[in-house]
């Protein structure tokens, strides 16, 4: 058994990593409450804005001839990686990293796979093993729309300028603070949807359809980028949050564990000089 000055030490220590572990959750949690508010606010316009563009591109068919929308043979891809800058955030970073490893390996297999990093976790993982073509690290410095829009327009002009035959983008979906969705969602080509939710009302367009799809497509291809980090972004505090609120329970608990066995020892030190007093007043007797 460990002697109690070591015990005390190693109390101390849980003590202190549980005050640390107990603000990052509260300061994670303040946090996410912004984060979320953000994202369910997008959401709906996001969305709408996706559906209005794909109903144009079904309803037009072959004659709607964008350039977002044309689709090739596969053989280079790009993967946007959206992760975060720090850890500690349990499997927050590792998930999307395999969902990369996994496109890469078995996906795209036998095709020339790059990834371009958001997040530092990202590029310090993906560089080791992979080509990749850019990193946005600082983006988390401040995180606006307009600095994703300059991300969004490197996008389509690589796909546009031939570099790249598909476009993909892996990040995490926040759903609660305790659930984040992995998303591999497809940026280009812009597969325009068929069937039911093609647009089948008659509207009056001014100026022509083709005109506001070239406007909408990349004004619709900024929007969904921004609300992957957005969504990416919220997951990470979420993430975080309960990673944290489940190290600091670990902690109290080891810290109960370890004051249990202190006093158990402490006692038994106790009764161990109480021997030995009373032996040496017998000998003493004798």
């Known amino acids: 058994m460990a002697n109690l000055k070591e015990i005390r030490n190693r109390i101390t220590s849980v003590s202190s990593t549980m005050q640390i572990t107990s603000a990052m959750k509260m ?74 490893t996994h496109l890469a390996a078995n996906v795209y297999e036998g095709k020339e796979v790059h990834f371009m990093a958001i997040g530092k976790k990202a590029n310090d993982f993906l560089a ?33 300028a031939g570099e790249y035959d598909k476009i993909e983008v892996v990040y995490n979906k926040f759903k609660n603070a305790a659930t984040q969705i992995i998303m591999t969602e497809q940026f280009l080509p812009i597969v ?6 093609a647009m089948s009302t008659d509207y009056a367009f001014e100026p022509s359809k083709m005109e506001i799809i070239e406007q909408l497509i990349p004004k619709s291809l900024k929007t969904q980028l921004y609300k992957a980090i957005r969504d990416s972004f919220a997951s990470e505090h979420g993430a975080r949050m309960t990673a944290m609120h489940k190290a600091t329970d670990n902690a109290t608990e080891l810290r109960d564990q370890l004051k249990l066995t202190y006093n158990k020892a402490r006692q038994a030190a106790i009764t161990n000089e109480i021997l030995e007093i009373v032996g040496g007043a017998e000998a003493l007797n004798n």
């Open 192 to 197: 325009p949807v068929a069937g039911e939710t």
């Open 27 to 100: 300061v994670s949690a303040a946090k996410l409450k912004k984060a979320q508010d953000a994202i369910t606010a997008m959401r709906p316009y996001s969305d709408k804005l996706t559906e209005l563009l794909q109903g144009l591109s079904a309803s037009m068919g072959e004659q709607s001839g964008t350039k977002f929308a044309e689709q090739r043979e596969v053989n280079k891809v790009l993967v946007v990686a959206v992760t975060s800058n720090r850890g500690l955030c349990g499997a927050f970073n590792t998930n999307i990293l395999k969902q990369c």
């Open 128 to 160: 080791k093993k992979h080509r990749v073509v850019a990193d946005h690290s600082e983006l988390y410095d401040g995180l606006t729309f307009e600095g994703t829009a300059h991300i969004a327009e490197s996008l389509m002009q690589f796909f546009v």
